[in-house]
C-alpha cells in the first residue's frame, strides 16, 4: 500500500517530531495553527494557497497509511486523547476524541453531514449569527464536498446499518443514506483505527500534504502550553516539547512567533488553552456551553450474523426524532449505527464475569444502535464547561440533567422499537442494571420505568463542540462569525469549539465548511489579495 | 445539612479516604497487581479457560496488559488509577470501602463479585465510577489480545496488502 506522506517526507516537507529535539528553539511564521485536525488542516491549505509562510503544531504523534493496522490495541493509545477513554469530570460519559496529525479526521467514521438548515436559522435567530445563512454556507461546503470527496455511500449497507434501515422503514421512520468522505473505499470497517488503505479523504491525506508540498512546516509531540501576550495581541505562543513517550513533556521549551495564530486545537483543548493562558475573557465565557451529542447505545441480539465490524461503519441514519420536535424543545436525537470491534464492544457492554461473557459470545451476532442527542438549543441543555485541573490539563465538567434523561428514555424505546422490527431476537438498553428483552412489548414496558442516572445509563460521545463559541457581540460569544477572537486582534479560531450549540449532525462537514470560509478571509486580509469570490 | 450522600458526592470524603490510602502506600505497583490477580478471574468468568493449564499465565498476561495501558494513559488519569488501586490496596480502606476483609489473593470470588455489585450499584459516583474503571481495564485488555477473538467469533482484521 501506498504511503504517500512518508514520501512525502523522503522527498523534504518540513516536519519536526519534538521529542526529538535537544534544545530549547524559537520558530518563526506568518501564522501558527495549533491542532492539525477538521479546522488547521484545512486553515493550513487555505492559508499556504495565499502564500502565507504557516506552522502547524500537533500534541499527537504522526501515523501515517503504513502504521495503520487496523488493531484497536494499537490504534487507541496512539491515535486518541487518553487511549479513547477521555471522560467527563464525573466519569459518566466517554469521549472517542483523535490526538495524532489530522486529529479526529483520521480516526472519525467519515460520516459527512452539512450543518443542518435548522441549526443554522438557530444561529442567525437566536445567536445573532446573520451572516450564516443555508445559502451563505451552501458554496463553502460544497467546496470541501468536493476537496475531501464527499459521496453518498453508494454500496449496500451493512447488516449492522441494515438492520436501522430495514426496522426503521416497517415503523415507517425515513431513513437516509450517509454521504462520506472517502474514495475508493474497500469498504472493510477499519475506518476507527485509521484508514490502511488511503481511502479516506482525512486531514492527513489533504489538506496537510497540500501546505506542505508549499512548504509548510509541521511539528508533531508538541503541547501548546500558553499565549504571551503583548497588549491585546499574542506575543508568542510557548511549547513544551514532548518525550517520545507523547505524554510527558521533555524539558525542551519551543517558543513559536507569528503574525497570527490560529487556534485549532478542538472543542476541550482550545479553551483549556485559553484559560491557561489567562487570555481575555471579560464575560467569562470561555470553556462554557460544551456540547457533545451524549449518545446512548442499544444492543441488539439477531439469529443470523451481523459482524458490525466489517464493512463502512456509518451508512444509514435517521433525523426522523430530530425533526419530530421543536429545535428548542424536548431534546431530538439523530439515529445512527456503531461499528463494533472487541475492545470498543467489551468496554461498551454493561456488567462483567459470565453475564457480560455470555453477550460477548454474540459478538458476531450483534447489532448496535446509537441515538445522538442534540444538546445546547432547549434552555435546559446548556452542555458542559471546561475547567482546568491542578496540573493544568482540561477536564469537562458536563452535568446530565432530568431533560437529557427525559430524552434518553425516548431515544431507547426508539432504539429497541426499531430493533424488534429489525428483527432482533433480544434488545438491551446498555445499563447497569442488566436489563433485557425479548419481545417489544416487554422492553416498552421496562424501559419506561429503567431508572436513568450517570454512571448506570451508558453515556457516550465522539462529537465535541463548543467552548469558544461565535456570537454577535463580545457579551454573547468570545469569536465573531468570521472566528476573530473579539479581545485579541491576532487570534483566530478555527475548529468545532466555535459552534455556539451542538451542530444535530456528525460535525466534520460543518467545521471543514466554516472554516474554509474563515481561513480564505483570514488568508485575503494576511496576504493582502482580494477576498475570495465565492463570497 | 449537609447529607452523607452529599459528603461523600463533593469528594470530601472520597479525597480524605484516598489520601489516606495514598499515604499509606508501602507497595506501590505490587498492590496494584495483587488486586488485579484477584479481580481478573471473577471480571472475566465465562472468557478466561476454567481448566486450562494456562489460566494463570493468562491472568499475568492481562495484568501486564493493563500495567501497559495504564502507562499510555495521560498523566492525570493514571494518577486516577494510582489513587484507585491505593484505595484498594491499603488494607483499612480495602475492608472499609469495598468491604473486602482478607488480603485480595486470599479474597474468594463471592467475596469478589459481592464487591464489584456492591461498587456498581452505589449510591456514590466515586465507588461507581472505580467499578467503571477496573472493568474498562481488565477487558480492554483482554479483548485487545488475538488469542482471546477465537471465543467470540472475531476474525481479526482483514488482509491488505
Known amino acids: 500500500m501506498r504511503d504517500s506522506f512518508r514520501e512525502g517526507l523522503a522527498a523534504g516537507w518540513k516536519y519536526i517530531d519534538a521529542s526529538e529535539l535537544a534544545a530549547d528553539q524559537t520558530f518563526e511564521a506568518d501564522v501558527v495553527i495549533i491542532g492539525s485536525g477538521a479546522g488547521g488542516g484545512v486553515s493550513a491549505e487555505l492559508l499556504t494557497g495565499a502564500g502565507l509562510d504557516v506552522i502547524i503544531i500537533e500534541e499527537g504523534p504522526l501515523k501515517t497509511t503504513s502504521d495503520f493496522k487496523m488493531l484497536e490495541s494499537e490504534a487507541y493509545p496512539s491515535l486518541y486523547q487518553d487511549s479513547a477513554s477521555r471522560q467527563t469530570a464525573d466519569k459518566a460519559i466517554k469521549i472517542l476524541q483523535g490526538r495524532c496529525v489530522g486529529g479526529s479526521t483520521t480516526v472519525n467514521w467519515t460520516s459527512s453531514f452539512r450543518t443542518p438548515p435548522p441549526t443554522l436559522q438557530w444561529w442567525q435567530t437566536a445567536h445573532g449569527l446573520k451572516n450564516l445563512s443555508v445559502e451563505a454556507m451552501a458554496p463553502w461546503f460544497a467546496a470541501m464536498e468536493q476537496r475531501l470527496h464527499v459521496g453518498l455511500w453508494p454500496l449496500p449497507p451493512n447488516e449492522n446499518n441494515d438492520a436501522l434501515a430495514r426496522g426503521a422503514k416497517r415503523l415507517g421512520i425515513p431513513t437516509e443514506v450517509i454521504p462520506r468522505n472517502v474514495k475508493q473505499c474497500w469498504n472493510l470497517g477499519y475506518c476507527g483505527t485509521g484508514c490502511p488503505t488511503n481511502a479516506k479523504q482525512s486531514m492527513l491525506l489533504t489538506t496537510i500534504p497540500a501546505a506542505l508540498t508549499r512548504g509548510a512546516t509541521l511539528i508533531s509531540r508538541l503541547r501548546a502550553d500558553k499565549f504571551e501576550f503583548a497588549g491585546n495581541k499574542v506575543s508568542a505562543l510557548d511549547g513544551l516539547a514532548l518525550k517520545p513517550d507523547g505524554l510527558h513533556p521533555s524539558g525542551i521549551k519551543i517558543k513559536l512567533r507569528a503574525r497570527h495564530f490560529v487556534l485549532a486545537g478542538g472543542a476541550i483543548n482550545s479553551p483549556a488553552l485559553l484559560l491557561r493562558s489567562h487570555a481575555a475573557d471579560p464575560h467569562g465565557l470561555v470553556g462554557k456551553r460544551t456540547f457533545l451529542h451524549p449518545t446512548v447505545i442499544s444492543a441488539g441480539l439477531f439469529a443470523t450474523p451481523i459482524k458490525a465490524y466489517a464493512g463502512a461503519p456509518q451508512s444509514v441514519y435517521s433525523d426522523h426524532f430530530l425533526k419530530k420536535t421543536a429545535i428548542d424543545g424536548p431534546l431530538g436525537y439523530k439515529l445512527e449505527v456503531a461499528p463494533l470491534h472487541p475492545i470498543l464492544f467489551s468496554t461498551t457492554l454493561q456488567g462483567w464475569g459470565e453475564s457480560h461473557a455470555r453477550l460477548m459470545r454474540e459478538f458476531a451476532n450483534s447489532q448496535v444502535v446509537l441515538a445522538l442527542i442534540r444538546d445546547g438549543f432547549n434552555p435546559a441543555s446548556q452542555g458542559g464547561q471546561v475547567k482546568l485541573r491542578e496540573d493544568g490539563s482540561p477536564l469537562l465538567d458536563y452535568p446530565l440533567n432530568e431533560t437529557l434523561w427525559e430524552a434518553v428514555r425516548r431515544a431507547l424505546l426508539t432504539m429497541a422499537e426499531i430493533q424488534f422490527a429489525a428483527g432482533a431476537t433480544w434488545v438491551a438498553p446498555v445499563h447497569e442494571a442488566d436489563v433485557g428483552y425479548k419481545t417489544w412489548r416487554d422492553a416498552k414496558q421496562g424501559i419506561a420505568s429503567l431508572p436513568l442516572a450517570p454512571l448506570r445509563c451508558r453515556v457516550v460521545s465522539a462529537h465535541v463542540m463548543g467552548g469558544c463559541a461565535m456570537g454577535a457581540t463580545p457579551e454573547k460569544g468570545t469569536v465573531n462569525d468570521e472566528g476573530r477572537h473579539f479581545q485579541i486582534e491576532n487570534l483566530s479560531i478555527h475548529d468545532g469549539s466555535l459552534f455556539p450549540t451542538s451542530i444535530g449532525a456528525n460535525p466534520q462537514l460543518s467545521i471543514y465548511g466554516l472554516v474554509a470560509r474563515n481561513a480564505s478571509l483570514l488568508a485575503a486580509e494576511l496576504s493582502g489579495k482580494p477576498r475570495p469570490a465565492i463570497l | ?161
Do not use: H
Open chain 2, 1 to 161: 445539612m449537609t447529607t452523607r450522600r452529599e459528603f461523600l458526592k463533593t469528594g470530601a470524603a472520597g479525597a480524605l479516604l484516598l489520601n489516606v490510602a495514598a499515604c499509606s502506600r508501602p507497595s506501590a505497583n505490587g498492590g496494584q497487581a495483587a488486586v488485579l490477580a484477584a479481580l481478573i478471574p471473577v471480571v472475566l468468568e465465562g472468557a478466561l479457560p476454567v481448566k486450562d493449564e494456562e489460566r494463570s499465565a493468562l491472568i499475568m498476561r492481562t495484568v501486564t496488559g493493563i500495567e501497559n495501558a495504564i502507562a499510555g494513559l495521560s498523566p492525570a488519569t493514571q494518577k486516577e488509577i494510582g489513587e484507585l488501586f491505593d484505595l484498594l490496596s491499603f488494607a483499612p480502606t480495602r475492608m472499609l470501602v469495598a468491604g473486602v476483609w482478607t488480603p485480595w489473593p486470599e479474597a474468594t470470588p463471592e467475596a469478589i463479585g459481592k464487591f464489584l455489585e456492591n461498587w456498581r450499584n452505589s449510591r456514590f459516583d466515586l465507588l461507581k465510577s472505580g467499578y467503571a474503571a477496573l472493568r474498562d481495564l481488565i477487558f480492554a485488555a483482554w479483548y485487545a489480545r488475538p488469542d482471546t477473538w477465537t471465543a467470540i467469533a472475531y476474525p481479526g482484521p482483514p488482509k491488505v496488502e
